[in-house]
């Protein structure tokens, strides 16, 4: 088996916010996140996505995760792969769907709200909400101003303790 190669993120938190919000509305909408099965793949049109998620959801180490609302989950508005290090967990990739990128998205607060449930997910699994991920190098100072991450090594950061907290109490209502 060959190995991984860490991709470098470059999802951007447009806000932070308590689920997803419409950017032309301000309706808000309470989210679900979910696993992704192979069962759910005619939900990826491979075409609106710029990560192969097929070939993410046949790799047996990641956690695939969907992002949708409550009132209708036939629609991703963004997707997470997570793989569990023993003492963190690591974001392989993030993405917002096609309609909630650039100027003219949809939604907001997706990102952030995929963030938000890796920490949630590194507390569930007694790891004090350590998230850690490869930055693209222009967005570090953006991920420490957003997010609250720190530089490890390289364009590696981290989600510490503190910082998880906040964002998961700003996510989730009960952890």
Avoid at 9 to 27: C, H, K, Q, R, Y
Wanted: hydrophobic residues 40%.
């Amino acid at each position: 088996m060959t190995k991984r190669q860490n991709i470098p993120l470059d999802f951007e938190i447009d806000f932070l916010t308590n689920s997803i919000e419409n950017v032309i509305s301000g309706e808000v909408f309470e989210t679900e996140i979910t696993r992704l099965r192979i069962t759910d793949k005619e939900q990826i049109k491979v075409s609106e996505w710029v990560f192969h998620w097929l070939a993410e959801l046949k790799d047996k180490s990641n956690e695939i995760y969907k992002l949708t609302t409550e009132h209708n989950s036939s629609i991703i508005h963004g997707l997470i792969s997570l793989t569990d290090k023993g003492d963190h967990v690591f974001m392989n990739l993030i993405e917002n769907a096609s309609f909630n990128k650039g100027k003219k998205k949809l939604y907001k607060g997706v990102a952030g709200n995929l963030v938000a449930f890796a920490c949630k997910t590194s507390f569930e699994k007694k790891y004090d909400g350590v998230v850690s991920f490869v930055a693209k190098t222009q967005l570090i100072e953006h991920y420490k101003q957003t997010l609250g991450a720190k530089l490890f090594a390289g364009n590696r950061m981290f989600i510490d303790t503190k910082e998880s907290l906040m964002l998961v109490e700003k996510y989730f209502k009960k952890l």
